[in-house]
């Protein structure tokens, strides 16, 4: 099986997010990258795939340089090579042009991706890749089987779950659930350092979005606080009182 | 300008977030039409004319009566055209999520997910939407012809108003082809009679500080006195006390209540992530200097267990009146 995961490299989540001096971007200084979380399901699932039915794992990602190590992390997870994208990753229409534009001529079997990049949170480049590709595809899969060439997907919704069935190949996103991702040993991470990244520039078309700016949010929170001061039932009081009387909630 | 809004189903109802998005629309300023996409358009269709929507575009499938992401957004495309619109808007559910980027391709149109404020000045667009786990917001013009917007539910009151007069309904017929449907949901389980965290509009939860699954009646029973869903940090997940549906934050789910409850929760950035933008947010926590705290709008330090069957009481007397 031929198998192609899409890895994003992201701010670590628990980075304090700095508005750059063009207001218009994240400012990078200090911040700490990491291999999107929600990517390393859909590594993990890859691997389990390619030892079941034989075959290879390539993982691409759009970006700038730094990028190839988001697909250092995947090759030291077990995936067999990498490609890198070169592209500005501003615009999604232009991040999924790209990819599809790679990703077509290696015909996979399956293309996996995570259900949403944890910097611009957008869950959009899976379902542009189907159209793209003329491939179907379910996102947010908390179980994936496959069989023949059919594949079944759990995908969680609100209030329940959704089971989709899909003609191969397809395209699957990971939620977290979809299995546990294993840690890269040593070896494989000193292995990694051999595996071939092919790196090409992308040629997406035009941008279709345009950034205004990026800002902070700055809710204005009452912050009222009250203690139990030896009286519990009192202290419940008062705060119901806040949410009936002051922000009229109840 | 004509604005389309597609109208979600579930069960045979149109769902909550796709009326607020026609106030979402309504509020953008235009005409506003509403798309229905089904095996059986009929009964949606007679729910959308009562709605403050111009033209209901319907457009049916027998093959649909097994949802696909691919042939609704077929069939959406299409319907935009028809309907010369130059916004598309989709509530941002998960199978919304899956539709607006599909019909964004298909009609080479620029999609902002998540929106959560628009701005319309002459025509200008520009939405604004979460992003880096709402620790920071984008505001952005769609550069295209034509937009597509999901938004994010929650933030706009569903849509009761009545249009002025009947809407006009128009069958519109779809040119679908097999692959559509070369992906299609066989089934749809959903857990019973729970609200779930993604749609309730307050939300309990509990984290750590409850010490235990068996102490969740306490958390359940103030849930039931303000009618609202059970929420859960991850820590309680992992630990697994409560089920992953319930979790909220980075790994979890987002949400966005009128009134979200913390019980015991710390306040991790990456639970702050899934619920900051809540309209109120109490905290409850017997460490006064809990991240979440400084969040939060109402706030009790103190010990959970003591507070909680006060506080359910409390409520239930306010809702009664
Ligand atoms: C990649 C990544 C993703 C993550 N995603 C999520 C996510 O989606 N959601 C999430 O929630 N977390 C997430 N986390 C975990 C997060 O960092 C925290 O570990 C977690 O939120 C802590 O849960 P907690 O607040 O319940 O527990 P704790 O941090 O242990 O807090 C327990 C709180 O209970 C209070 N307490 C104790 N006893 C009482 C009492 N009797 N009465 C009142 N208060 C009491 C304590 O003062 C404390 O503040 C993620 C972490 C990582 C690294
Ligand atoms: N720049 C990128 N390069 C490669 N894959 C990406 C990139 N951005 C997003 N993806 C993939 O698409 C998934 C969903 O991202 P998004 O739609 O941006 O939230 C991610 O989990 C990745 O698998």
Known sequence: ?250 | MNILVYLEERNGRIRKPSLEAISAAHALGGTVHAAVIGAEANALVEQAKTLNVQTVFAASDARLAKYSSRATARALAEIAKQANAEVVLVGATGRGKDLAPRAAIRLEAGYVPDVTAFTNSNGDIVATHPVYAGKAQMSVRVTTPVKVFSTRPNLWKPSKDAAASTPAVQNVSVSFQDTDFSEHTTALTLSQGKLDVAEADIIVSGGRGMRGPEHWTLIENLAEAFGAATGASRAVVDAGWRPHAEQVGQTGKTVSPTLYVAIGISGAVQHLAGMSSSKTIVAINKDENAPIFSIADYGLVGDAFEVLPALTEEIKKLRSH
Do not use: W
Request: proline share 5%; hydrophobic share 40%.
């Open chain 1, 1 to 250: 099986m031929n198998i192609i995961v899409c890895v994003s490299h992201v701010p670590d989540t628990t980075t304090r997010i700095n508005v750059g001096a063009d207001k218009k971007s994240m400012d990078p200084a200090g911040v700490k990258f990491i291999l999107n979380p929600y990517d390393e399901f859909a590594v993990e699932e890859a691997l389990r795939l390619r030892d079941k039915f034989k075959g290879e794992v390539t993982a691409i990602s759009v970006g700038a340089d730094n990028a190839k190590e988001a697909i250092r992390q995947a090759l030291a997870m077990g995936a067999d090579k990498g490609i890198l994208v070169k592209g500005d990753k501003s615009d999604s229409f232009q991040v999924a042009d790209m990819l599809a534009a790679a990703i077509k001529p290696l015909s996979p079997d399956l293309i996996l991706l995570g259900k949403q990049s944890i910097d611009f949170d957008g869950m959009e480049i899976a379902s542009m890749l189907s159209e793209l590709l003329d491939l179907p595809a379910a996102t947010v899969a908390v179980a994936l089987n496959i069989e023949g060439n059919k594949a079944t997907v759990e995908k969680e919704v609100e209030g329940g779950r959704e089971t989709i069935q899909l003609d191969m190949p397809c395209i699957v996103a990971a939620q977290k659930g979809l299995n546990e991702p294993r840690y890269p040993s040593l070896p494989n991470i000193m292995k990694a350092k051999q595996k071939p990244i092919q790196e090409v520039s992308g040629a997406p078309g035009a941008k279709r979005t345009e950034i205004v700016e990026m800002t902070k949010p700055e809710k204005k929170r009452a912050n009222k606080i009250v203690k139990i001061d030896g009286n519990a039932s009192q202290a419940a009081h008062e705060l119901a009182r806040m949410l009936h009387e002051e922000a009229k909630i109840i």
